[in-house]
């Protein structure tokens, strides 16, 4: 019998980068265990030798390329690495999570269509840093999550999905935040298993699920 034929098609093959806490990493780990991933996370990048994330990585038995910014002079010389682990483990999407660096040419185009990042606002509203807290201040009654493709900009890349939270009279900055990182778990591993399953149409900025 053939491998084909026993069913083992190459699994699809995803890279996690992240920089601090790791809680939407943590929700791709606990899908692929509960069998709702479609997707192998074959290696964690992180740019914080001590950062909880790299912790949930070695617990998971997920490989780490973990690296200090201040140890190169250009950032294309340690994306040069990154992308030479990427091509070694066969990465199909880059999924940003909470990654704190900008990324150079030599990693967006080398990925252009298959990279993705979730940020906590519905964008274009509150792109950079601090978007809750943003939302919070502006007052804004709702706010929620995109996930988008990266571009070379910041938070400016095709809108993937959108999940909406509406901010209530009783809400505080603390249960906005914990509102936000739920449809952060609900989504993001929804759209993995988009890319995964081949759904995901790019034309432009127009991005369709079919
Ligand atoms: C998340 O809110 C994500 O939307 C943003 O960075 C945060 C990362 O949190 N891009 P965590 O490290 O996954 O807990």
């Known amino acids: 019998m053939t491998e084909q034929s026993l069913g083992s098609a190459r699994p699809f093959r995803i890279a996690v980068f992240a920089s601090g806490q790791g809680s939407n990493f943590q929700t791709l780990i606990d899908s692929s265990r509960e069998g709702t991933l ?27 390329f973990v690296f200090e910014r201040k140890s190169y002079s250009r950032r294309e010389d340690y994306e040069a690495e990154i992308a030479e682990e990427l091509a070694r483990r066969g990465v199909d999407l880059i999924v940003l999570a909470g990654y704190m660096l900008l990324l150079t040419p030599v990693l967006v185009e080398a990925y252009q269509g298959r990279m993705i990042n979730i940020h906590p606002s519905l964008l274009p509203s509150f792109p950079g840093k601090d978007a809750i807290g943003q939302a919070w201040e502006y007052g804004v009654k709702l706010t929620g999550v995109t996930v988008h493709l990266v571009d070379g900009g910041m938070d400016t890349g095709p809108v993937i999905a959108q ?25 993001y591993p929804q759209v993995v298993n988009w890319f995964a399953d081949g759904k995901v149409r790019i034309e432009g900025r127009s991005i369709t699920i079919s």
């Open 38 to 64: 479609g997707a192998e996370i074959v290696l964690l990048v992180c740019n914080k030798p001590e950062a909880p994330v790299v912790e949930r990585a070695r617990r998971a038995g997920v490989d780490c």
């Open 163 to 187: 999940k909406a939270v509406e901010i209530d009279p009783e809400d505080t900055i603390e249960t906005l935040e914990e509102k936000i990182h739920s449809a952060e778990r609900d989504l």
